[in-house]
C-alpha cells in the first residue's frame, strides 16, 4: 500500500512540472509538436496521453486537430499561424491595421502554403497560397514573438501579387523603396510592372 501511495504522489508531482513547464511558454496557443518539444517526449503514444489527460482536466483546451489553447484569452493570430506552418499574418488583416483599406473584416488573412477558410472557437481563418520561395523568406515580415506578421509593404505586395487590380482607400502608408527592395522575392516580373503602375497611381 505504501509503495502504491509514493508511486501516485510521484505521479502527481511529474503532471504538475508538466503544468509548469506547459504555462512558462510566452505561447497562448500550443501545437502538439509544441508540446512534444516542452515536455521532451517522443513517444507518441505517451504525448496523446498526456494531452488527452490535460485537456479533460481542463488545463487544455482543443480547438482543432493538433492545436489547444491554455485558457480561452488566447492570441488569434497566434491561432491563426498555428495551424500551417510557414504562415504568417497579411493581406487584409495588415492593410486595414495601416489605414491602407477602410472595410473592417472580421475574419483573419494568412498566408500559407494552402487555400481555406476556417472556423476555430467563432475565429474565421481565410488562408491565401502563396509560393514556399516566398513563404519562407523572412524579408518585411515582423516577428512578434509567438507568431510572424507582415510589414505594410509586404502585405501590399502579398495582396497585388494575387489580385492585380485591388482597389485601395489609402496608399499614404506605403514606403515604395520598401516595396521595390521586396518585390524580388516574389520572382515575377508582372508584379514588378504593376507594383510601378500603382506608385504611378498614387502620384497622380
Not at 492570441?75 to 486595414?96: C, D, G, M, Q
Not at 494552402?114 to 491565401?128: A, H, L, P, Y
Not at 514606403?175 to 516574389?186: A, E, Q, R, T
Request: charged fraction near 25%.
Amino acid at each position: 500500500m505504501e509503495v502504491r501511495v509514493y508511486s501516485t504522489s510521484i505521479k502527481h508531482i511529474v503532471m504538475d512540472n508538466l503544468i509548469a513547464i506547459l504555462y512558462q511558454s510566452p505561447k497562448t496557443i500550443l501545437t502538439s509538436k509544441d508540446l512534444a518539444l516542452l515536455w521532451g517526449e517522443t513517444n507518441r503514444n505517451n504525448l496523446k496521453s498526456k494531452i488527452s489527460y490535460y485537456v479533460k482536466q481542463g488545463d487544455l483546451i482543443r480547438l482543432t486537430r493538433g492545436v489547444f489553447a491554455k485558457d480561452k484569452n488566447y492570441n488569434s493570430k497566434e491561432l491563426a499561424t498555428s495551424i500551417y506552418t510557414p504562415s504568417y499574418i497579411s493581406f487584409e488583416s495588415v492593410l486595414r491595421e495601416e489605414g491602407m483599406v477602410f472595410q473592417y473584416y472580421d475574419a483573419i488573412f494568412v498566408a500559407g502554403p494552402w487555400s481555406k477558410t476556417m472556423v476555430i472557437d467563432s475565429t474565421t481563418i481565410i488562408f491565401r497560397t502563396l509560393k514556399d520561395t516566398v513563404l519562407f523568406n523572412g524579408m518585411g515580415i515582423e516577428n512578434k514573438g509567438t507568431y510572424g506578421i507582415a510589414s505594410a509593404e509586404r502585405a501590399f505586395l502579398d495582396m497585388i501579387y494575387l489580385f492585380p487590380d485591388y482597389h485601395f482607400d489609402n496608399l499614404r502608408p506605403v514606403n515604395w523603396d520598401k516595396c521595390f527592395d521586396l518585390v524580388s522575392l516574389y520572382g515575377n516580373e508582372q508584379l514588378v510592372r504593376r507594383l510601378r503602375r500603382y506608385q504611378k497611381k498614387y502620384a497622380e
